[in-house]
């Protein structure tokens, strides 16, 4: 299966579903070119609203429509979206309505783009909201899969879909089923696990195949709903293992591995080591993707160096 962004799948299964879901409707911020939702516009344009750059605007316009019956879409880029945090916070996470925010250009995978459009933080922000559904997928099918139960009520309050610019390569089966809240094994091992989420999945499998050549059996976790976290597997891991490295394209302070922290902080003590991998309270910079995954340490060998390195603590 080729490689392909998240932002592209989205944009293609939401253009699809139109014709079956006629409660979605769809909203942009001046930016439907990268977010894909143009796709979803060309078809249906009289269920697609432009609000302009203008994002708080398109929250309460959303929130006005899940009031009435719709399922909305609103998109932008991660950082421009989820820092309309107050308007979230009140007219759709205390309203608790179906509203799927969909932030794209997630993470410093954006490349050349730099600080300013990247999203860092934006799983923090979004995970500490009451109510709010946080999802992440990593490849294509998943994706694809999520977009799918985001239309219906099955997920019934509101909904985070944190999506990438860059192309990223399948890591799930043709037979795979997205399933909320539910964590998938995609490597097992049992020396170590290894948690990541989003963009940086696909490096952390090939991490673990080379430490497989240096004595380290590695299991493979992909965390793609961050909120709810699969607490159950985390602890299942937590007992079988004897280290964790958390791996993510977004700050570690508040990300997936705060996340998959809290839940060994609750449920433990485990005796386990373990090590958050990701942006360390630091912004991003300008560069290719490819360099910024080198310069950050979310590369192949950077996660091989992190994980032998949380390894020799045990």
């Excluded at 934006?122 to 994706?143: F, G, K, N, S, Y």
């Excluded at 597997?233 to 302070?253: G, S």
Aim: hydrophobic content about 45%; some cysteine.
């Amino acid at each position: 299966m080729a490689a392909k962004a998240t932002r592209q799948t989205f944009g293609e299964t939401l253009a699809e579903i139109g014709a079956t879901h006629p409660n979605v409707v769809v909203m942009d911020a001046d930016l439907s070119k990268s977010t894909m939702s143009k796709l979803f516009a060309a078809k249906y344009p009289d269920r697609f609203f432009e609000l302009g750059i203008a994002e708080s605007n398109m929250v309460g316009a959303a929130a006005g429509m899940a009031l009435c019956g719709k399922i909305p879409f609103i998109c932008s880029f991660a950082c421009f979206l989820t820092g309309r945090y107050e308007t979230i916070r009140i007219s759709v996470a205390y309203s608790q309505v179906p509203v799927r925010i969909v932030g794209t250009h997630a993470g410093i995978g954006i490349g050349e783009d730099g600080n300013s459009q990247m999203g860092l933080e934006d799983l923090t922000i979004m995970r500490a909201l009451p109510h709010m559904t946080v999802i992440q997928p990593a490849d294509d099918i998943e994706t694809r899969q999520a977009v799918q139960l985001l239309a219906t009520n099955a997920v019934p309050g509101p909904a985070y879909l944190r999506l990438t610019r860059q192309k990223l390569e399948a890591v799930n089966k043709s037979d795979y089923r997205f399933q909320l809240g539910k964590g998938v094994v995609l490597r097992d091992g049992s020396d170590m696990t290894i948690l990541a989420t989003g963009g940086v999945v696909h490096n952390s499998l090939k991490a673990a195949e080379l430490l497989t050549t240096q004595g380290i059996n590695a299991r493979v976790v992909n965390i793609h709903t961050v909120k709810p976290i699969d607490a159950d597997l985390i602890e299942k891991c937590a007992r079988e293992t004897k280290a964790f490295l958390t791996v993510e394209d977004h700050n570690i302070v508040g990300g997936m591995g705060g996340a998959v922290a809290e839940v060994l902080a609750d449920r433990g003590p485990f005796g386990i080591r373990m090590l958050r991998w990701g942006i360390q309270d630091r912004f991003g910079e300008s560069g290719s993707p490819e360099e910024l995954y080198q310069a950050y340490g979310l590369d192949v060998d950077g996660i091989l160096a992190k994980a032998k390195e949380v390894y020799a603590r045990i």
